[in-house]
């Protein structure tokens, strides 16, 4: 009785070469609240709504609430909002979709970031 033998095939797979393609990957959004810690400065206020100096208008006092839990955020003068991160920085930079998940590092399978 020999020992059965399995060989790994030595081909990829083709999900293995579509995992190596850029492809957006959520969980790699970068944490809101260090996002927008990083972008608006000083957030104001405690708890997860915050307020900052909004950036899409020429504000003098903070108007941007800012959800440091999911990244959503409304500008109660402009009206400016979005639902997550990605959507502040597509507005912000005006990047299209793929721009901007590149730009905070929600690209997988780029090994150029
Ligand atoms: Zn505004």
Redesign the pocket.
């Known amino acids: 009785m020999t020992p059965a033998r399995r060989s790994t095939p030595p081909a990829k797979s083709r999900a293995a070469l579509l995992a190596l393609r850029p492809h957006f990957d959520r969980n790699r959004l970068p944490d809101p609240e260090t996002y927008f810690t990083a972008e608006l400065a000083a957030l104001q206020g405690h708890g997860t709504w915050r307020d900052a100096v ?4 020429q ?1 003098t006092r903070p ?2 609430r800012v959800n440091t839990q999911t990244g959503a955020f409304r ?6 909002h979005g639902g997550d991160v990605l959507a502040f920085q597509m507005q912000r930079y005006k990047q299209p979709f793929p721009a901007a998940a590149k730009a905070l590092g929600a690209m997988t399978g780029d090994r150029h970031v």
Do not use: K, N
Request: hydrophobic share 40%.
């Open positions: 909004c950036p899409f208008h504000d108007s941007l500008c109660m003068v402009c009206g400016a």
